[in-house]
């Protein structure tokens, strides 16, 4: 057997998509899966080092791992005109960074960056993505940006938007924001990377094809989410663009790391590689 070790975030959507592979629903042939936990930011680090076969990560971490890790056609986390969110404890008159104080759940994270291509000027906060609103709310911080199950329950939590992402990165390309991804080690070999991104496809397939199913899996780790608002979440990051990027969603990701070298927010261009190419 072979082991396969896929490292993925511990949340709704992740869980959603790699359901099938987790459940035994799927032959796996001469592959074992083995299922790794850990933050987004965690990840990013460890996939610097190589550490995991497949491994989820922001696509600002791609920009440092592209000599390592290849892109899988499946598994992309898009922001289509919605995104990561930073709120604040009131409304503000403008979206005006400027000196401003703002907790960010990692410096590799898509959302630092696509809040670096949006203003620069600001003085960032690393805060565990799921204390971030706490932060805000004790007035540490300014604003706080939010991923993950945070972007559906700040109101809740009697926060104001300041800016979606998202939504600013449509009104300025027409595009989908690119989020994360899961990228395999070069170093498998094609042969390998081709089954093993058939196998991660068929999982997101199955999700998609037997959803209530593969919904009751993820409840597990919808974080302050009652059913509907995890069966919305799911459906923002879980789709068809999940399936496959798509040329728009390609497009994205190669524009989304071009601005970033453009702004010098990163050290070199990066030519995006996809497995399946």
Do not use: C
């Not at 990013?44 to 971490?61: C, F, M, P």
């Amino acid at each position: 057997m072979i082991e396969i070790r896929v490292a993925h975030s511990p949340d709704s959507d992740d869980a959603f998509m790699f359901y099938a592979l987790a459940a035994g629903k799927l032959s796996t042939g001469e592959f074992r899966f083995s299922h790794k936990l850990e933050d987004i930011e965690s990840l990013n680090q460890k996939a610097l080092r190589g550490v995991y076969e497949v491994t989820a990560v922001s696509i600002h971490a791609y920009a440092y791992i592209a000599d390592k890790y290849a892109l899988l056609p499946s598994g992309a986390s898009m922001g289509d005109r919605y995104g990561p969110i930073l709120v604040a404890r009131e409304l503000w008159d403008s979206p005006d960074l400027s000196g401003k104080r703002i907790a960010v759940p990692g410096i590799m994270t898509s959302a630092y960056l696509a809040l670096k291509l949006f203003q620069r000027d600001f003085q960032h906060v690393l805060v565990p993505f799921d204390q971030i609103m706490g932060a805000v709310k004790r007035d540490e911080v300014d604003a706080g940006l939010l991923i993950h199950e945070g972007q559906l329950t700040y109101a809740g939590q009697g926060l104001a938007k300041v800016i979606d992402l998202g939504e600013w990165w449509h009104e300025t390309t027409g595009l989908p924001l690119p989020l994360g991804g899961n990228a395999i080690r070069r170093d498998l070999g094609r042969d390998t990377i081709r089954q093993v991104s058939r196998l991660l496809r068929q999982s997101i397939q199955y999700a998609l094809d037997h959803r209530d199913e593969a919904l009751r899996h993820a409840l597990q780790y919808a974080r302050d989410l009652d059913s509907a608002q995890a069966d919305r979440f799911v459906g923002m990051y879980v789709n068809d663009r999940t399936l496959d990027y798509g040329d728009a969603g390609r497009h994205a990701v190669q524009l989304f790391l071009d601005r970033a070298y453009q702004n010098g927010l990163i050290p070199g261009r990066i030519e995006v590689e996809f497995a399946d190419e």
